[in-house]
């Protein structure tokens, strides 16, 4: 069964330094997403991305943030200049068209900012 | 943002018994609605969903209601086994926007 693939699982880093998480989406998918869960929090959306634009984004998503589809797989968020609040579980997902088609979530990066 | 709420924190179920999970809404615009399933450390899994124009939807063990004048879906797993036992999310969608909207999540225990 098609797979989302995030790397690393776990990162740590220092309070200020910048991060980039990767994500492979579903090969044929066209949308892509990233969430995150702080602990014991609700699963939240951070942005949506599609035909090379972001087309939504929260209110968390603000200019500490960016993503890119560097290539034809790989689908990045940035993270500059982390902060504690940072850390939380960041999951990438992948739908194959607008709605819930197909909607994948990758298993997830572990995100500790110390 | 409590556009989607589950109000039941825990669930603890024997197994062979029925597990019924809740979940309301705010939002009547939402329409799709989707239930996942999740272990620590791991993503959502993707269990079953229901669009808004439709009242059930069953998949096995796994039946979904949407009762859209009280804004309530529900989730029940028949019969329980020990090894659903996991986090149960709900989530809604709009289907023009694709982001999904989550509840908080409801541990469910099944008991041998």
């Known amino acids: 069964e098609p797979e989302v693939t995030q790397t690393p699982s776990h990162q740590v880093t220092q309070m200020g330094q910048e991060v980039i998480l990767r994500c492979v989406p579903i090969s044929n998918h066209l949308y892509f997403y990233w969430y995150r869960q702080i602990l014991g929090q609700k699963v939240e959306f951070l942005v949506s991305?599609?035909?090379?634009?972001?087309?939504?984004k929260s209110e968390i998503f603000d200019d500490q943030f960016s993503v890119e589809r560097p290539d034809g797989s790989n689908f990045t968020l940035k993270i500059r200049s982390t902060k504690l609040e940072d850390s939380a579980m960041y999951f990438c997902?992948?739908?194959?068209?607008?709605?819930?088609?197909?909607?994948?979530f990758g298993s997830g990066t572990r995100l500790t900012v110390v | 943002d409590q556009q989607v709420k589950q109000n039941s924190p825990s669930l603890s179920v024997q197994e062979g018994r029925i597990s019924i999970l809740n979940c309301d809404y705010t939002?009547?615009?939402?329409?799709?609605f989707l239930w996942y399933k999740k272990y620590p450390a791991e993503g959502p899994t993707f269990l079953i969903s229901?669009?808004?124009?439709?009242d059930k939807n069953e998949d096995g063990r796994f039946t979904v209601f949407l009762n859209k004048s009280a804004k309530h879906l529900s989730l029940h797993i028949v019969p329980s086994q020990p090894g659903d036992s996991a986090v149960y999310f709900c989530a809604a969608i709009l289907t023009s926007y694709g982001k999904l909207t989550f509840g908080q999540g409801t541990i469910l225990t099944v008991h041998p």
């Open positions: 991305f599609y035909n090379n634009e972001i087309s939504e």
């Open positions: 229901i669009s808004s124009i439709k």
């Open positions: 939002n009547s615009m939402f329409d799709y």
């Open positions: 997902a992948s739908s194959g068209g607008a709605g819930v088609y197909g909607y994948t």
